[in-house]
């Protein structure tokens, strides 16, 4: 089994900073790719940013120069350190691991239960 853990979400100001964190454990072989997907209230999720196991890294439009996702491959954790907030930044944040398992052939998809950041004064 696998699991994903989120943490680091809360409330914030308008222009304040978080830092969320996501660690995979389980029976991990490789972890190709991390990323963070939000979803706010009535709207479907999206991605945010996602990177890479050699660093390459994609980000939505929205959150290009404000948001940067990094990764600590030896402990199997993805970060995203989000500045200048905005309220619109309000949402759960889901982290992914995409994971190639001991004894199996594939890649699997595997979430965490979301952190809930809000950017409100």
């Known amino acids: 089994q696998v699991q994903v853990v989120e943490s680091g979400g809360g409330l914030v100001q308008p222009g304040g900073s978080l830092r969320l964190s996501c660690a995979a454990s389980?029976?991990?072989?490789?972890?190709?790719?991390m990323g963070w997907y939000r979803q706010a209230p009535g709207k479907e999720r999206e991605l945010v940013a996602i990177?890479?196991?050699?660093?390459?890294?994609n980000y939505a439009d929205s959150v290009k120069g404000r948001f940067t996702i990094s990764r600590d491959n030896a402990k199997n954790t993805v970060f995203l350190q989000m500045n200048s907030l905005k309220p619109e930044d309000t949402a759960v944040y889901h982290c992914?691991?995409?994971?190639?398992?001991?004894?199996?052939?594939?890649?699997?998809?595997?979430w965490g239960q979301g952190t809930q950041v809000t950017v409100s004064s």
């Open positions: 992914n691991a995409r994971v190639v398992r001991y004894g199996r052939t594939g890649v699997y998809d595997y």
């Open positions: 990177i890479t196991y050699g660093g390459s890294t």
């Open positions: 389980g029976s991990i072989f490789s972890i190709n790719a």
